[in-house]
């Protein structure tokens, strides 16, 4: 395919304001390229370069890009400058000030030179890179390879978005499980819209595990008592719930990575994890899964988060690691030496899990025991409160590894939940309303934001939100939110409310509210007989949360629990 015909196709998309009419043009595109090009597809569509486990990104500032603009047009940084003012988006300068037809490179091309420019490694390479790029384009592909290069290609397309085109090409709605099933285990859209077009639904029915592809994280679900915890497991196993990072450790003889919760890659981050996985651990091959947490060696104590989310960091990391040593208490097992671990039983992969990894100064396992006394689970979950842990998980004996999916085989009680009201929510931020009296200034009052709906894909709103920020923080955030603003309703967004501005459902806030509260002026959980469900007096609790997607908010399914769970707690 031709690098116009495609960028046509992002026109469309980045036009359309249905959720369908997006996965139906997805689903076209998909059928029309070939076997070489849907990858690049998959990973374009969804503003990426490679996978985010790869770790790969462009690296090129506004500033460069302009750069490379003025060179390739004969036109001053100013002048750019300037017309960037007026229009707010690069992408558009670069189709403004582009005279020439391109040399109708095809989609192949142009992707294997923006990733050359994004694996390039100095800066001026890199700008080199793309000027010359740039003069193989028109100005109406500029206009998206540079959106591309900034990430800002803003079409909002989600995983879920491209697993239902690829089955929508593959045949029906129906064949998403299994294609999903297979996205789940290598967390790479590529790989599976690849695998699909090659070897068909067979191909992908087959997939298994891999080392060097993270596998999309288990979730739990919450429950507000120990009761519940037996009513619904039974015997199970209860375990310390440590509030740090969880990490998925990949082992394939002496190479070494590691992943974060949401799949980016962080092997550099942890230094002394990598030795002692290297060192102590024998087998040759392994996935498994941990929670890492500074820990305090002279006292053994664990430090707050606070200090423990420190070590994330890219500079200093040799320093702080010899400061705020982490502990990876390991907890699961998702492959050993060849088999693939995730569909056997908790217990035995615990077991084997505990086998294989020995306990040392920066690896250990989780603390366990099994029960099915609620007393028991109660004393346990006191006594981790007491050592000023977060509460407890409890984990189904039987239930496989469920990759990517939130559901009662783990489940976690927290502090937070007894008696206590609600926990936090994560939402997604919709949009902006410009703000009145003193917050006119700041050019923004408050944030539509919403809930993500799993089963339609799509963002329904819940609040608005107009207070827990600084006035440094509001300013701040109407740029980010500026840089991602549409001209319309996005197309997975589901909203009776008409903000000011509509952005691309993007970034991910924290809030605190009093109450959830039934109301007909939001969507989440509205039918056609039932109002919706609502934020009472909201407030954000946390800036842009960095190390969530928007569809790892809280769904529409977390609000009726807890607005189920308040019920209760208010009776008692
Ligand atoms: P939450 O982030 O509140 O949904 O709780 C789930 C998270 O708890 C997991 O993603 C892990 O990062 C963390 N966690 C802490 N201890 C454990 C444990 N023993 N087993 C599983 N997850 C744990």
Redesign the pocket.
């Known amino acids: 395919m031709k690098f116009k015909e495609f960028c046509e196709y992002l026109k469309s998309i980045e036009e359309t304001t249905s959720r369908l009419e997006m996965a139906e043009l997805l689903r076209g595109l998909f059928h029309l390229v070939d076997s070489d090009e849907v990858d690049k597809v998959a990973y374009l569509t969804t503003g990426e370069i490679l996978p985010a486990f790869r770790g790969v990104e462009f690296g090129l500032s506004e500033k460069l890009i302009m750069e490379a603009l003025s060179k390739a047009c004969g036109l001053k940084v100013s002048q750019i400058e300037t017309i960037y003012k007026k229009l707010g988006d690069l992408g558009e300068v670069a189709e403004q000030i582009i005279s020439w037809q391109g040399k109708a490179l095809s989609l192949s091309q142009v992707y294997g030179e923006l990733l050359g420019i994004a694996q390039t490694r100095g800066t001026l390479d890199k700008v080199m890179k793309l000027i010359s790029l740039l003069k193989g384009l028109s100005g109406f592909e500029a206009r998206y390879a540079v959106r591309i290069i900034l990430g800002r290609l803003r079409l909002g397309v989600g995983d879920a978005t491209i697993l239902d085109a690829l089955a929508l090409m593959a045949g029906g709605k129906e064949l998403k499980q299994d294609i999903e099933r297979a996205y789940n285990l290598c967390s790479d859209l590529g790989l599976v819209a690849k695998s699909l077009k090659e070897g068909g639904m067979e191909a992908l029915k087959s997939f298994g595990v891999k080392v060097g592809y993270p596998i999309r994280?288990?979730?739990?679900e919450?429950v507000a008592s120990a009761e519940e915890i037996v009513r619904r497991l039974g015997r199970c196993a209860v375990?310390?719930?440590?509030?740090?990072?969880?990490l998925q450790v990949h082992k394939e003889g002496q190479r070494i990575e590691i992943y974060s919760?949401n799949l980016e890659r962080m092997t550099e981050m942890f230094p002394e994890i990598k030795a002692s996985i290297l060192k102590e651990v024998k087998v040759h091959s392994l996935i498994l899964?941990?929670?890492a947490l500074a820990v305090n060696e002279e006292t053994g104590e664990f430090y707050p988060f606070q200090i423990t989310i420190q070590r994330k960091r890219k500079y200093g990391v040799q320093e702080y690691a010899k400061e705020f040593p982490l502990k990876l208490?390991c907890?699961?097992l998702l492959y050993l030496d060849g088999e693939d671990y995730t569909p056997k039983p908790f217990i035995e992969r615990r077991r084997r899990l505990e086998e294989v990894v020995p306990k040392g100064e920066h690896l250990d396992h989780?603390?366990?025991f099994i029960t099915e006394s609620i007393r028991e689970i109660e004393e346990f979950f006191e006594n981790a409160i007491t050592r000023g842990l977060?509460?407890?998980?409890a984990?189904r004996l039987d239930a496989p590894y469920t990759a990517g999916s939130?559901n009662f085989n783990?489940i976690?009680l927290?502090r937070s939940y007894r008696g206590a009201l609600a926990?936090t929510i994560d939402v997604v931020i919709l949009g902006y309303y410009y703000g009145r009296g003193a917050r006119a200034k700041l050019g923004i009052g408050g944030v539509l934001v919403g809930v993500y709906e799993p089963s339609a894909d799509t963002f329904k709103t819940i609040s608005k939100v107009g207070s827990g920020f600084t006035e440094r923080e509001w300013v701040e955030l109407r740029e980010m939110l500026d840089r991602i603003k549409l001209t319309h309703r996005h197309p997975r967004v589901d909203s009776l409310l008409e903000p000011d501005v509509w952005v691309e459902p993007k970034f991910v806030i924290t809030v605190n509210a009093d109450e959830i509260t039934r109301s007909p002026m939001h969507t989440a959980g509205r039918t056609i007989e039932e109002p919706g469900y609502a934020l009472r007096f909201p407030r954000a609790v946390s800036f842009i949360r960095e190390d969530k997607r928007a569809e790892d908010a809280n769904t529409v399914e977390d609000i009726v629990r807890l607005y189920n769970l308040q019920k209760k707690v208010s009776v008692e």
Request: charged share 50%; net charge neutral; no cysteine.
């Open positions: 994280m288990a979730l739990a919450r375990e310390v719930k440590y509030d740090g990072f969880r919760r899964e941990g929670e208490f907890f699961d989780s603390e366990l977060e509460g407890i998980m984990k939130r783990w976690k927290k926990d």
